[in-house]
Each structure stands twice: as C-alpha cells, then as structure tokens.
C-alpha cells in the first residue's frame, strides 16, 4: 500500500476551509493530518472534503480551541485519544489504516511565553504531556506506526533560523529539546523528515508578526512526521509545502508531506 501523508496546523479548520480544499485539489495527499482545527467535531466542514474524494474522517474537538482531525481516502478505523497532561483538550488522535497502520494525530501544547514552568503553568503543562507521551512509549513499544503533528518544538539546530538567539526562546529551549528527543528515543522513532532532508535550514512556520513573513524568513520547523523504526525506510519524497504559508488567509504553518510504500 502506497500513499502520500500531509500533516498541518489549520490554525481553524472553518475559517480556512477553502485553503484546506485547495491542498486536497492541488496536491491530493491520501491522508491529511490537522491540527488546532478549533471546532466541535461535529461542525467540521466534511462536505466539501468528502466532494473531493475525502469521505473518511476520525476527529477530536472542542469549541474555539485545540481540535485535531485525520483526513482520508481510505476507510479509517477510530484507534482512540490520549488526554495527555489530564489537560481535558482535544491534542490526539489516532486512526487505523486498512494495512494496519496507525497514525497518531498530536497538538503539543505551545507552552506559552516563559520557559520556567515555575513562572509558567503552560510550559509546565507542555513538559508533561510529553513525559507522559514518553512514557507511553517506554512501557509498550510501538510498531508500525506513524506519528504527526505539531509538536510545537524545533529540535535541530537547523530547524530555526537563529539557533543562538533561540536558545531561551519557548519552541527551541534545551529542556523542551531534551524531552523531546525522550519521546523519540522512548518509541525508537524516526525523523522522516530529517531522514530525507539530512543537512540544512528548514521550517514549517513563520510568525504572523513578520511584515513579511518570506522575505525575513525567520522560520522554525515545529510539524514533523515520525515512523517507528519498524517502517521508517519505507519512507521517502519529504517536503513543507512552503508556498502554502503564503495563500490567502493563510495559516501560519505550512503542511509537511512524506510518502509512504507500505
């Protein structure tokens, strides 16, 4: 079974319906991966995604916040959620795919603007949904499987644009690095991203602030796609749809795609 994964944050999946039917037009991945769709399940706009060949969905929402959602060609199987943190938001969810495949959906938390979770409730918040996600993993390992989402944390240095200044900056601090790389460790997971794309800067979001977004181009790659180990070298064709940041009413995240011969 071959097919083509995207994973991006909406940033509402209702304002900007029309982007998200302009990605399944023009680049018709066979399952698209969103976060922060900021929308009860039961108003996701699935119409016009089931028009272009997309009638399968599995979602968790909530009013105005947080909301994740897996979008597919082929039929998927509802594979649960994690209420990680005991945050009671809707960050995960995993569906099944007919090859027994599962993809697990995550919003991390951003943890706002201080990291010190003494000063900062979110950023406290943020560093345990991913120990609990470590944890998860180091008490039963995952196989085939393949994990997506904005994690909310660019861990090389090559994933900002300025390592330096970043470094006490909430999205790129050590401490969110290192927990970071405990739950990969802890689930022997794979950057696919970074296994295609070894060497070089490369970001999937830019702040709205920028005047100008792509001319300042101070990026961080916080949207990643991991396979177990298991499946990892099935992996290829990694890419950030860059163009997108720039459609109209964008996101200020750009979908990160990976193919998939399974």
Known sequence: MAFTLATWNINSVRLREAIVLQLLRDQAPDVLCLQECKSPVELIPTAGFADLGYPHMVARGQKGYNGVAILSKFPLEDAGSLDLAQLGHARHVAARLPNGVIIHNHYVPAGGDVPDREQNEKFGQKLDYLTELRDIFAAQKPQRCILVGDL????????????????????HTPIEVAHLNEVMSAGNWVDVTRQDIPDGLLYSWWSYRAKDWDAADKGRRLDHIWATSDISAAAHSSRVLRDARGWEKPSDHAPVFASFDL
């Open 152 to 171: 909310n944390i660019a861990p090389r240095e090559d994933d900002v644009w300025d390592h330096k200044k970043l470094l006490k900056i909430v999205s």
